[in-house]
């Protein structure tokens, strides 16, 4: 009897481990995601990856959790798109312009001039040509989830007013490590300087550069105006940011946890977008108390929309004839509908 009940007792924990095992989320170890950025705490690129990451974490049962790493503490953006590919880095979050060496057709998003407002850049990237440049990047290694936004970029510098296109001529002016900004702003007849936004704020103190584009709120949070009594509100580009993760931890993901981040980037964006305007409006009415800040008349805009035709017409061989003419198309539809 000793011996049957021994058994009987073994028999009974056997069933309970193994009800315990088949159990949703029994022993379910909690997976991590680095998502590293460049901005800091008190942007709305910074805020909204705070807020993916507890969208993420409701949405997982907190199965997966996501790690912000801000101020370019895993790498310069370039060195994160190469962490991405290889798996070493699991997400980010970033201008997505800087994917064009991964897929050229990005390109086209860092046209200057190319949007006039906020909501025009929402339609197309929300739409079919924003999901034609997304589907691009799988086969590279890296899934885009989203577009959250950076939001219109302006011209800050330490020397001078610039009320004109001649303004510019002559100052260094810092700008992404991409080509197409490079050739922009030496379209506009500045020395365009490419150098990696953490090292950006003790350049303008040393005054290696003389400036550099920002939009307003990436200006106050980071007290450019403390070094920079410039700023002219130019409006030249607008940059969407993108959520991206790595290929290789997305495959590792059951199938309802790729969806949950594939919705927590979404809700994240829209988050991000909302609190992007608002402090980009906020950080106008500080900077008017510490900066000299000018509006361009429409004159001189114009001017500067026709000094980089030539950029705009060389950048659309490289992203392609095809998908700039649907993007014309798209945009020219939306203003009709307005």
């Known amino acids: 009897m000793i011996r049957s009940g021994r058994w009987r007792d073994a028999i009974c924990a056997g069933f309970l481990a193994c009800a315990l095992a088949l159990s949703p989320g029994a022993h379910a170890q909690q997976l991590t995601l680095k998502l590293a950025t460049q901005t800091v705490s008190g ?17 997982t049962s907190g199965r997966v959790a996501v790690k912000v790493y801000g101020d370019g503490a895993l790498g310069g953006d370039l060195q994160i798109i190469s962490g991405l590919q290889r798996g070493t880095i699991e997400m980010a979050l970033m201008n997505a312009g800087l994917l064009q060496g991964v897929a050229k057709e990005f390109t086209v998003l860092d046209f200057p001039f190319l949007f006039n407002t906020e909501d025009e850049a929402y339609a ?4 079919p040509i924003g999901k034609k440049l997304l589907d691009l990047l799988a086969p590279k290694g890296i899934v885009g989830l989203a577009y959250p936004e950076l939001g219109f970029r302006h011209i800050h510098n330490s020397k001078h007013a610039i009320e004109r296109i001649e303004d510019l001529h002559g100052l260094k002016i810092r700008v992404i490590q991409t080509p197409i900004y490079v050739d922009t702003i030496n379209a506009l007849g500045a020395n365009a300087v490419p150098l ?27 007290k450019f105006d403390e070094v920079q009594p ?12 993108i959520f991206l993760i790595s290929k290789a ?31 980009n409006a906020q ?17 001189e805009q114009a001017k500067m929309r026709e000094a980089v035709k030539p950029v705009v017409d060389k950048y659309t061989k490289i992203a392609g004839e095809s998908l700039v003419a649907e993007l014309k198309t798209e945009l020219a539809r939306i203003r009709t509908r307005k």
């Open 43 to 59: 942007t709305a690129q910074y805020d909204g990856a705070v807020r993916f990451a507890e969208l993420v974490a409701q949405k």
């Open 124 to 127: 197309v990237l929300d739409g």
């Open 196 to 222: 990696p936004f953490p090292d950006l704020y003790h350049a303008l103190e040393r005054k290696s550069v003389d400036g550099a584009t920002d939009p307003l709120v990436t200006i106050a949070v980071l």
């Open 230 to 241: 410039f700023l002219t509100l130019t409006r030249h580009a607008y940059n969407p940011q």
């Open 249 to 279: 931890a997305l495959d590792k993901l059951p199938a309802a946890d790729r969806t949950a981040v594939q919705e927590a980037a979404v809700e994240a964006r829209d988050f991000e977008r909302k609190i992007s305007r608002e402090r």
């Open 283 to 299: 950080a106008l009415e500080r900077l008017k108390k510490t900066m000299r800040i000018t509006e361009l008349v429409e004159t």
